[in-house]
């Protein structure tokens, strides 16, 4: 990597980091760190790297390539995570897999219907939650459990009702400005993804959303705090729906924002504000570190981006 080219993108990458950790430095996280199990924390790690692995895997079910061609070009497009609205990896996954033989405008596509899947079921699980607030059988103790499940219920709304201009919209974002001779091959491809889901890619997406709530979960639990699992499972869905907002790349400062309001009451605030910290460690800063590390040895380039 030159670093001189690419100084700019690695002080964008540095200012979040510090936006971020100046938001949990007032909350004291770093009063929290005696308490750290390490063994936890790199469970916590683990859990949301493998969980990147099975989503590269249902992406490339999409493509008919196997487990490791799709890791590669999987996470060798993972850092594109960081850019501001967040299709920086979509686009260089359909990049990454031109350089291994499939279309560009296929790679991209199949991304972005991955992705269209994954919150899909997120969705439909958390919408289990909601029903299962409303019917149990005994008084809500708190506003808090209401306070995220109505959020859910109409992001659902939204979701369910756009569902058919998905496409259409992710379209322009994408390519409109920067290829716009494959933009009607590309809306073709994302239709077609889309539309026919293979049980494949829904199992594989199931378990990675099942292995990022295991890192939500033990990200708290690294600093001695046991979140109520059904509190922990609605707060995780929340902010997964957040980091997903096209406003900053993966939610960042909001997502830790939202999470402190919503667990101020679970624990001291040090140790739920430094919970949020190595969950982040685990969803953005480890998946990076690894996305560069793969790219580098993989010997690709990113000269020629979009050209042919």
């Not at 760190?33 to 790297?49: E, G, H």
């Not at 890192?215 to 997903?244: E, T």
Request: aromatic share 14%.
């Amino acid at each position: 990597m030159n670093l001189k080219k690419n100084w700019k993108n690695l002080l964008y990458l540095v200012a979040l980091a510090a936006l971020a950790y100046a938001l949990l430095k007032i909350f004291d996280a770093e009063k929290a760190l005696p308490q750290l199990n390490y063994l936890v924390a790199l469970a916590a790690i683990a859990a949301y790297l493998l969980s990147i692995v099975f989503w590269n895997v249902a992406w490339g079910n999409y493509l008919k390539t196997g487990w490791k061609e799709s890791n590669l070009v999987g996470w060798s497009a993972q850092f594109g995570a960081m850019t501001p609205f967040s299709l920086g990896n979509d686009v260089l996954r359909g990049y990454f897999a031109k350089q291994h033989g499939k279309k560009f405008s296929e790679g991209a596509a199949a991304s972005l219907a991955t992705k269209f899947y994954k919150i899909a079921l997120a969705l439909a699980f958390s919408l289990l939650g909601a029903v299962y607030l409303i019917v149990r059988h005994r008084e809500v103790e708190s506003t808090l459990e209401w306070g995220v499940a109505l959020p859910l219920l109409i992001l659902a709304g939204v979701y369910i009702f756009t569902r058919e201009k998905h496409a259409e919209w992710i379209a322009k974002l994408s390519f409109n400005k920067i290829s716009k001779e494959k933009t009607a091959e590309f809306s073709a491809a994302l239709k077609k993804y889309i539309h026919k889901p293979s049980f494949g890619v829904l199992g594989w997406l199931l378990a990675s959303l099942a292995l990022e709530f295991v890192s939500f979960y033990l990200g708290f639990l690294a600093f001695g705090v046991a979140l109520p699992p059904f509190v922990a499972y609605l707060v995780f869905s929340l902010v997964f729906f957040i980091s997903k907002v096209p406003v900053l790349p993966q939610g960042i400062v909001v997502t830790e924002f939202v999470g402190l309001v919503l667990l101020q009451n679970t624990a001291a605030l040090p140790l739920v504000a430094a919970g949020i910290l190595l969950w982040n460690v685990s969803r953005i800063w480890m998946p990076i570190v690894v996305s560069g590390s793969v790219l580098l040895a993989s010997g690709k380039k990113l000269t020629g981006l979009f050209r042919g």
